[in-house]
């Protein structure tokens, strides 16, 4: 089945403690996307990736990390959680022009 | 800067209503255009799409016609069901090269019996 496949779905840490959120889609495509979904804001990009060590800032890249090693795995990182970092996080993956994004289930992340 | 701009919600509906939620966009050129559905607890799922002036994208007896000249790509339903409630977001993508997708902020759609 094709899809994009984030983990954890839920995580709970605290302040500065380092994390990564994994990605990884089995469509074989090029471009791949972090978004954070928080209320009344949408949804907004944080980075983006046109291909393997081609990586770029979106709307909203503070506090955010990204690394595009292999064409299949996106991961997200934060090297120093806070508090305002809480929210619910999608990763998304694109064959390319006027096709939209495959979108992963969603990590729901509390930093306390 | 290029935005989308969507109804607010909550938009609430009889079961068999007709739905229209609107959406408009600002952008160099003619971008693709986009809507997703999200279903309480999951991702977002692409519903329909249109990449250029005039298509008409559908799904699920759901349309959205591609108008240039209002800059609007509106969603629409004949009928809906209870199955129906959900947020949707209009999203506006790239013509050329790559750019970020950009999303409404969502419209919430609640059907009842």
């Known amino acids: 089945e094709a899809q994009v496949t984030q983990n954890p779905r839920y995580l709970i840490t605290v302040t500065g403690k380092k994390l990564t959120v994994t990605c990884s889609q089995n469509?074989?495509?090029?471009?791949m996307s972090w978004y954070r979904q928080d209320p009344g804001l949408g949804l907004r990009q944080i980075y983006y990736s046109m291909n393997v060590e081609v990586t770029d800032k979106g709307d909203v890249p503070e506090g955010y990390k990204v690394s595009r090693k292999e064409k299949r795995n996106f991961p997200l990182i934060l090297e120093s959680p806070s508090p305002n970092q809480t929210s619910l996080y999608f990763c998304a993956s694109c064959q390319g022009t006027g096709y939209g994004y495959t979108f992963g289930s969603g990590t729901r992340l509390t930093v306390v | 800067g290029d935005s989308v701009t969507q109804m607010e919600g909550p938009v609430t509906l009889s079961e068999e209503a007709f739905l229209t939620i609107n959406c408009t966009y600002t952008?160099?050129?003619?971008?693709?255009l986009f809507w997703y559905v999200q279903y309480p607890g999951e991702g977002l799922q692409l519903l329909l799409k249109?990449?250029?002036?005039?298509d008409k994208g559908s799904n699920k007896g759901f349309e959205a016609t591609y108008r240039k000249e209002t800059t609007s790509f509106h969603l629409e339903k004949g009928s809906v069901q209870v199955s129906d409630s959900a947020v949707y977001f209009c999203a506006r993508g790239w013509n050329t090269g790559f750019q970020k997708l950009v999303f409404g902020t969502g419209t919430r759609l609640l059907v009842s019996p």
């Open positions: 952008a160099t050129g003619y971008p693709s």
């Open positions: 249109a990449t250029k002036a005039d």
């Open positions: 469509m074989n495509h090029e471009y």
